[in-house]
């Protein structure tokens, strides 16, 4: 294949312009900002766990602490009720007296019982109360984290795609410039090359590979035509001649 030694320069410069994209597009993915999100995510998901097993405690023990208010004011009015009767002097029967009595005595107990009860209830409640606000707290601080660091990876790929916009519309005009079939022969080695297609033959040496050419090339370089669009013999990458190449 033959191509002006100008249009072969033009492909250095499409090639420069290709290992920035490249070098933006891995800065784009790599942001540091990434991995924070990752991680503050995870511990987002984690404490809205915990926050939601919490609500759902204080929820049902706010529920048991209503059951057991209601347990004792039943208890409550029903000794009400019965001290009304033996007030009342409605009841003569000694035996029904001591019956009553015996049973103003057991809901005395009962009450007694339900009032520790529902004690304890609404000390475990605060405790849960407690732990809800806390958890609330974390939550409400590790989500201004990840807002901010949402800001930031934003930011900084707004930044980096606006770059590759330019850069972009610069390639298109440099690869407009170049012949059809070696921008062809230039894309189906950068696909092979791992994004290298074209490199700079430098003092003796191609960028490409980064192997200095033997004698036996050396020769046959300077032997080639300028308009010859050589290859390296080692990673098979077009090989540009131009000032510096030292031959």
Same mark, same amino acid.
């Given at each position: 294949?033959?191509?002006? $030694? ?9 090639? %420069? #312009? ?18 924070? #999100?990752?991680? #503050? +995510? @995870? ?10 097993? %919490?609500? &759902?405690?204080?929820?049902? +023990?706010?529920?048991? !602490? ?26 003569? *029967? $000694?035996?029904? /007296? ?28 605060? *405790? ?7 958890? +609330?707290?974390?939550?409400? *601080?590790?989500?201004?984290? %990840?807002?901010?660091?949402?800001? =930031? ?11 590759? +916009?330019?850069? &972009? ?9 170049? $012949?059809?079939? #070696?921008?062809? /022969? ?6 092979? !090359? ?18 200095? /050419? ?7 370089? @300077?032997? %080639?035509? $300028? ?8 990673? =098979?990458?077009?090989?540009?001649? &131009? ?5």
């Amino acid at each position: 294949m033959n191509a002006a $030694p100008a249009d072969q320069i033009r492909l250095l410069d499409v090639q %420069a #312009l290709d290992v920035r994209l490249s070098q933006l597009a891995h800065k784009r993915k790599s942001l540091p900002e990434h991995a924070e #999100l990752d991680s #503050l +995510t @995870k511990d987002l998901t984690q404490l809205r766990d915990l926050l939601v097993a %919490a609500q &759902t405690e204080e929820s049902d +023990t706010a529920r048991e !602490q209503t059951k057991a208010e209601q347990d004792v004011d039943q208890v409550r009015q029903r000794a009400v009720r019965d001290q009304q009767r033996l007030d009342s002097g409605a009841v003569s *029967s $000694p035996k029904d /007296l001591e019956n009553l009595q015996r049973e103003l005595t057991s809901l005395a107990k009962r009450q007694g019982d339900l009032e520790d009860v529902v004690l304890e209830v609404m000390e475990h409640r605060e *405790s849960v109360q407690e732990r809800v606000g806390e958890l +609330t707290a974390r939550v409400a *601080s590790v989500q201004a984290k %990840a807002d901010d660091a949402t800001s =930031r990876r934003d930011a900084a790929q707004a930044e980096i795609d606006s770059e590759i +916009t330019t850069i &972009t519309k610069e390639r298109e005009i440099v690869a407009a410039s170049v $012949p059809a079939d #070696l921008l062809k /022969l230039y894309e189906k080695l950068r696909v092979q !090359q791992g994004g290298v297609g074209a490199a700079r033959l430098y003092q003796r040496r191609c960028e490409g590979c980064r192997l200095e /050419l033997n004698i036996t090339e050396v020769n046959e370089v @300077k032997a %080639a035509s $300028p308009d010859t669009v050589l290859r390296c013999e080692n990673c =098979r990458r077009i090989l540009v001649r &131009t000032a510096d190449s030292g031959i």
